[in-house]
C-alpha cells in the first residue's frame, strides 16, 4: 500500500541521510517534498500541513544527539512524526474484569466488517479467549450466512435468528446465551448501509444500549481513500467509537487514509487486517509502520510471525544445520511451508531493513514457492536427503513431470540449492560469500 509513499520519502531524505552538516534551506527543501509525497498519497490536507510544520520545527531546533548526524536527526525526527501520526504507540485490547468481553463492530456494507468479526474472534481466541459471534445484520440474509460460514470454518459458534427480529433484541438475546455458554468474549456484527444515514446511527445506538459493549471498533476500507476519513468522521459523531479496524492494507490505494484518520477522529487504530486468510489480522504498531514506510523494516513483526509459525527449539536446531551447510530438500520444504503460512513473499521481504527498496523493480512471484514445493515433493525421501542423486538425468526428468516444470527447472532448483549450502558454510566459519543470484520465478 505504501510503496509509492515509501518511495518519494526515501528519495526526499535521501539528500539529507548522510549530511553532516544541515542548513536552514536543505530542511525548507526536504519538508517540502515530504509535503508533496504525503498529499500525492491522498493524506488529509490539514494533517499534512501539520506535520510538515512539525518535523521543520525539530530539524531547526535544538535537538541534537551525539550518536547521530544532523541528516540523520532528520530521519529519526521523520519516523517519530510518522508513528505518532498512526497513533505514536499500539493500542491493544482491554477486557472487561467480568466475561464476557462484548466488542461491537460497525461501518459500511464493503469494507470487511462481516470478515474482520471472523478475523478477530480467531486471533482473540490464539489469546487464550472463548470467541461467541452474535449476527445482528438483518438487512443482508446474505451477512448471516457469511457469518455462519465464516463460524463454521474456524469452529466459532455463532448466534442469529434471521433476519425478522430487531437487531437490538438479537444483541441482548446474543449476549445472554454467550453468557450462559460460558464464552468470554462476544463479538456483535452489525448491520451496514452503503452511505451513512441517521436510520443506521439510531439502530446501532440500540443496539448499543442493549448489548452494552465493552468497546465499538469501526471497521475501514482504506482503499477508499478519503472517503474513508470522512465515513470515520460521520461514525464519530454518531456512534462514538474507540478504535478502529483497517483492512486492505494489503492493497494497492496510496495510504493515506491510514495516515489520516487518528489525527482526524483522535481515536487510535487497533488492529490492521492485510490479506484473505482469517490468520492475516493483527494488532497496528505505529512505529512499525513507520519503519516500513522509510525502510528501515519490521524485524520484530516478522519474528512474531515466524514464532507463531516454529518452535523455538526447532528454529534454533534448522539454524545450526543451515550455518553448517547440512540442511536437505526435507528441512528447506519445512522451511518453505513455513513461509507460506507467513503470507505473501513480497510482504515478508518488506519486513527486512533495507530489502523493499532494492527490490521495488523486482516482481516477486508468489507461484514460486508453490513450484519449488512441486519440485521437492516429487522426489523420494531419499533424493530430499542426499541431492547428489539428482546428477542421474532420469531421476531429474521423473520429478520434472512429477511437478509440471521442465528438466532445466529441476535442475536449477539443485544447482542454486547446493550454491546456498557453500554459501552458508562459508558464512559459519566467518566468510564474506558471493550472494547466489536470485531463485527463478522473480522478473
Known sequence: MFET??????????????????????????????????????????????????????ATGAEVSRALSPGQQVVKIVNEELANLMGGSAHKLSYASRPPTVVMLAGLNGHGK???????????????????????????PAAVDQLKQIGRELGVPVYDEGTDAPPEEIAERGVKAARDGGYDFVIVDTAGRQVVDTEMMEELGRVRRACRPHSV????????????????????????????????????????????????????????????KMSEFDYFYPDRMAGRILGMGDVLTLIEKAEAQMDRREAEAQSRKLMAGKLTF???????????????????????????????????DDRMLNRVEAMITSMTPQERRNPKLLQNPSRVRRIARGSGTSPQDVQRLVKQFGEMQKMMRQMGKGGMPRLPRMPFGTR
Open 5 to 58: 509513499l515509501s518511495e518519494r520519502l526515501n528519495t526526499a531524505l535521501e539528500g539529507v541521510r548522510g549530511s553532516g552538516t544541515l542548513t536552514e534551506e536543505q530542511v525548507k527543501k526536504v519538508t517540502r517534498e515530504i509535503r508533496l509525497a504525503l498529499l500525492e498519497a491522498d493524506v488529509n490536507y490539514n494533517v499534512v500541513k501539520e506535520f510538515v510544520g512539525r518535523v521543520r520545527e525539530r
Open 217 to 276: 471498533l469501526l471497521v475501514l476500507d482504506v482503499v477508499t481513500g478519503q472517503t474513508a476519513v470522512e465515513v470515520a468522521q460521520a461514525f464519530q459523531e454518531y456512534a462514538d467509537f474507540d478504535g478502529m479496524i483497517l483492512t486492505k492494507l494489503d492493497g494497492d490505494a496510496r495510504g493515506g487514509a491510514a495516515l489520516s484518520v487518528v489525527s482526524v477522529t483522535g481515536r487510535p487504530i487497533k488492529f490492521a487486517s492485510e490479506g484473505e
Open 330 to 364: 526435507e528441512d528447506f520444504l519445512q522451511q518453505m511451508q513455513m513461509i507460506k503460512r507467513m503470507g505473501p513473499l513480497s510482504g515478508i521481504l518488506g519486513m527486512l531493513p533495507g530489502i523493499g527498496q532494492q527490490l521495488k523493480d523486482v516482481q516477486i
Open 114 to 140: 462481516t470478515t474482520a468479526a471472523g478475523k478477530l474472534a480467531l486471533f482473540v481466541r490464539k489469546q487464550g479467549k472463548n470467541p461467541f459471534l452474535v449476527a445482528c445484520d438483518t438487512y443482508r
